[in-house]
Nanobody, 119 residues
Framework: QVQLVESGGGLVQPGGSLRLSCAAS????????MGWYRQAPGQQRELVVS???????NYADSVKGRFTISRDFAKDTVYLQMNSLKPEDTANYYC?????????????WGQGTQVTVSS
């Protein structure tokens, strides 16, 4: 079982910044890919950004140039730096990890952290 603990959400004004953290209970080197997803009320959960073990990233068009994913292997933590925040970025943000056990890949989710962008 892999546990993911997110933190860093909160209320921010439009144009502001937040940094989300996702601490994993296993070594990041054991994780095939990690990602940040978000879900707004009444909406489907959507991918914000993912990063695989090789460091290849995939950003949603809506956040390109504003959000940046990074990893700290010493702390087994993934970060999401969010700049130039917009009201439409308001959502519950979830961390996801994909782990291979043999030939089987399993996905794990954190509990989510709320981000609200409002004046």
């Amino acid at each position: 079982q892999v546990q993911l603990v997110e933190s860093g959400g909160g209320l921010v004004q439009p144009g502001g910044s937040l940094r989300l953290s996702c601490a994993a209970s296993i070594r990041l080197t054991s994780i095939y890919a990690m990602g940040w997803y978000r879900q707004a009320p009444g909406q489907q959960r959507e991918l914000v950004v993912s990063i695989n073990s090789g460091g290849t990233t995939n950003y949603a068009d809506s956040v390109k140039g504003r959000f940046t994913i990074s990893r700290d292997f010493a702390k087994d933590t993934v970060y999401l730096q969010m700049n130039s925040l917009k009201p439409e970025d308001t959502a519950n943000y979830y961390c996801n990890a994909k782990v291979f056990r043999g030939a089987t890949m399993t996905g794990y989710w954190g509990q989510g952290t709320q981000v609200t962008v409002s004046s």
